[in-house]
């Protein structure tokens, strides 16, 4: 059976009908692809990445310092043998090497960045804000340098994606060479096919509008607005508009798919509430899990 985990500011990793496992600031969870293993960010000044058992509750397995400041984001490669984080307070990111049983392994690469962007008060040095694997290819957000910085697993750095000054890059997903952008600063989500890119605002609503998470499923994307406080649906043919609901809470931050579940963390509601997709909108089912201060929903 599958486990529904709560990451965020409280006091720790929620498990919806299980325990609460103790740690500090654990904003964002990933689950190993094969084995029974999770990893957790401590969002803290000086950064923390810990990995759990997931065998029987959640048993440390094995913690270590990130690199950096503020870690938001962890993912792990398709192949298990690679963990990548970004650390949002400087700009760094990491490679980390994953042993058989899912605990580090040797010492990280570090993957440290320089540059800014326009906006004085959100871009004064880089913000590494999301990692993704994809062929072959570690990819970092920087809200800060308006870019998707791209490296091969020895850190070998490659020729960034680029994006207007101002976009202020945060989550991203790829469907193929198709890549979809959500800025945080430009309120925008932008769709990148080779050499054409199409940009669409993420929210229809009135007023400031930054969205956060940003996933593809099926033929829809998916994006959480924080302001508006909605989500968002779109094809993702060509970023044509479907619906936009209203999120169930305040502040979205992120937000889980499960077959015709939809489960979104409104952070500053303390909530996470449910959805049920009919025909790829959600529908609200009046289903909330009460969890302080949640920013990351993760389905293992």
Known sequence: MKSLRIGGYGPGIVTIGGDLTRVAAPSFLAAHPALPVL???GELERGWLTAFDTRDGLAPLDERPSEGSLPCHVAVDPAGTLLAVANYGDGTAILQRLDARG??????????????GPNRERQEGPHA?????HDDILHVSDLGTDEIRRYRYDGTPLEPIRLPPGTGPRHFAFSGSRLYVAGELDGAVTLIDGERRTTVPASRREGLNY??????????VYVANRGPDTITVLLADDLSPVAEVPSGGAWPRHFAIDGDRLYVADQESAGVAVFALVDGVPEPTGEVYGVESPA????M
């Open 39 to 41: 990893y957790a960010v």
């Open 103 to 116: 605990a580090f392994e040797g010492e990280p690469i570090v993957l440290r960045h320089q540059g800014s």
């Open 129 to 133: 804000h999301q990692v993704v694997f």
């Open 211 to 220: 969205p956060s998470h940003l996933q593809l499923e099926g033929e829809f």
């Open 296 to 299: 990351c929903v993760l389905i």
